[in-house]
Nanobody
Framework: VQLQASGGGLVQAGDSLRLSCAAS????????VGWFRQAPGKEREFVAA???????YYAHFVRDRFIISRDNTKNAAYLQMSNLQVEDTAIYYC????????????????WGQGTLVTVSS
């Protein structure tokens, strides 16, 4: 599965943004999809994941602000982000792999290019 993230941009604190992840490959509907992010000077961290069946998992800092979803008919996944804060500024990556329930709950085997989200105060 090959992935491409899009939808990033510059927003103000409190705004919303929807990221998209376009996938190619016939096996997309069978894989778990995750969103990760990497802020300047920090390590990449898990944000959210969705299983092929639709089960969702979130990092603690999401605090009900983000919603991950997928549309297997379009080979796409999404991350709807609301009430964005300055600390959400990062490059966001989508990834695919196998769900195994650990921390993070997805074992990634394919990374997409990231999309930059910048939140100003």
């Amino acid at each position: 599965v090959q992935l491409q993230a899009s939808g990033g941009g510059l927003v103000q604190a409190g705004d919303s943004l929807r990221l998209s992840c376009a996938a190619s490959g016939r096996t997309f509907s069978r894989v778990a999809v995750g969103w990760f992010r990497q802020a300047p000077g920090k390590e990449r961290e898990f944000v959210a994941a969705i299983r092929w069946s639709g089960g969702t998992y979130y990092a603690h800092f999401v605090r009900d602000r983000f919603i991950i979803s997928r549309d297997n008919t379009k080979n796409a996944a999404y991350l709807q982000m609301s009430n964005l804060q300055v600390e959400d500024t990062a490059i966001y990556y989508c990834a695919s792999g196998t769900f195994y329930g650990g921390d993070p709950p997805i074992e990634v085997d394919s990374w997409g290019q990231g999309t930059l989200v910048t939140v100003s105060s």
